[in-house]
T-cell receptor, first 112, second 114 residues
Framework: GNSVTQMEGPVTLSEEAFLTINCTYT??????LFWYVQYPGEGLQLLLK?????DKGSNKGFEATYRKETTSFHLEKGSVQVSDSAVYFC???????????FGQGTRLTINP | EAGVAQSPRYKIIEKRQSVAFWCNPI?????LYWYQQILGQGPKLLIQ????????DSQLPKDRFSAERLKGVDSTLKIQPAKLEDSAVYLC????????????FGPGTRLTVL
């Protein structure tokens, strides 16, 4: 079946630290990959996406590269800010379908 | 542009009671989704509508959950009777009809079943 496994949280970092949140997937077919973010009290928002192998998605200083050989889509940011504190979800969508399959989420807290 | 609207934002009920959630998608979006997000887990799709027809309801517990989208616009999700394990956030999302289209999520309804 199709599934997404994320790095266990919570993750706590200091401001300006380097961030990595690991995400690996299992999929039948050729998925598109996504990172969603959920800020406190708000709905899920698309952060970035990649639709084919070796694509790099980027937004707001965050990046993730679609690695087919390792079935991974790790989220990175070079210097985090307090405002990045949120829950981050990795997700996949199988080609031709619209349904999103989510990982369990990783709660990130950035301390000043 | 207005986002996806959901109500109520919070609901507390006792087990075996009934509850209904309402969702109004972004104008013009043909596809509407209901997801269940249990604490500590990622959202799980319950049902997907294309206009007023059901595309996928394979993970909807049909003995107690029902959903409708009668005029192809807003939608209602109902639970009858509720169980303790139904405590979760219920998310509504909408998108244009295209596999490549982005889904836009509402703020969710947090249900607590006592």
């Amino acid at each position: 079946g199709n599934s997404v496994t994320q790095m266990e949280g919570p993750v706590t970092l200091s401001e300006e630290a380097f961030l990595t949140i690991n995400c690996t997937y299992t999929a039948t077919g050729y998925p598109s990959l996504f990172w969603y973010v959920q800020y406190p009290g708000e709905g899920l928002q698309l952060l970035l996406k990649a639709t084919k192998a070796d694509d790099k998605g980027s937004n707001k200083g965050f990046e993730a590269t679609y690695r087919k050989e390792t079935t991974s889509f790790h989220l990175e940011k070079g210097s985090v800010q307090v405002s990045d504190s949120a829950v981050y979800f990795c997700a996949l969508k199988i080609q031709g379908a619209q349904k999103l399959v989510f990982g369990q989420g990783t709660r990130l807290t950035i301390n000043p | 542009e207005a986002g996806v609207a959901q109500s109520p934002r919070y609901k507390i009920i006792e087990k075996r009671q009934s509850v209904a959630f309402w969702c109004n998608p972004i104008s013009g979006h043909a596809t509407l989704y209901w997801y269940q997000q249990i604490l500590g887990q990622g959202p799980k799709l319950l049902i997907q509508f294309q206009n007023n027809g059901v595309v996928d309801d394979s993970q909807l517990p049909k003995d107690r959950f029902s959903a409708e989208r009668l005029k192809g616009v807003d939608s209602t999700l109902k639970i009858q009777p509720a169980k303790l394990e139904d405590s979760a956030v219920y998310l509504c999302a909408s998108s244009p009809w295209s596999p490549a289209a982005e889904q836009f999520f509402g703020p969710g309804t947090r249900l607590t079943v006592l």
